[in-house]
């Protein structure tokens, strides 16, 4: 079983900013293509942002503009800039490749946007 670690999240107002982490001992982020996902309260998991091999980022269309996903290869770690939060934007964000692996997903860290 691999296991991303995520760290980051927090509690702000809207219109405040977070960056998340993401490292992984067992998957190499060059080789992987991948990507941050979030479930709100009552909902299904979504993807929100993903970056292939070749730094081609993808997002989804409530955070484009807002949401900047990037990673340092060297470092093994990818980040998730978030500026201009929503309440909307309240859930627990994860990290895994894409298409996701079952055995991968992390604990999770809570992002939480008051209004």
């Known amino acids: 079983q691999v296991q991303l670690v995520e760290s980051g999240g927090g509690l702000v107002q809207a219109g405040g900013s977070l960056r998340l982490s993401c490292t992984a001992p067992?998957?190499?982020?060059?080789?992987?293509?991948m990507g941050w996902y979030r479930q709100g309260p009552g909902k299904q998991r979504e993807l929100v942002a993903s970056?292939?091999?070749?730094?081609?980022?993808i997002y989804e269309d409530s955070v484009k503009g807002r949401f900047t996903i990037s990673k340092d290869s060297a470092k093994n770690t990818m980040y998730l800039q978030m500026n201009g939060l929503r309440p909307e934007d309240t859930a627990v964000y994860y990290c895994?490749?894409?298409?996701?692996?079952?055995?991968?997903w992390g604990q999770g860290t809570q992002v939480t946007v008051s209004s």
């Open positions: 067992r998957i190499r982020f060059n080789f992987n293509d």
């Open positions: 895994n490749t894409v298409p996701s692996d079952s055995r991968s």
């Open positions: 970056i292939t091999v070749g730094e081609t980022t």
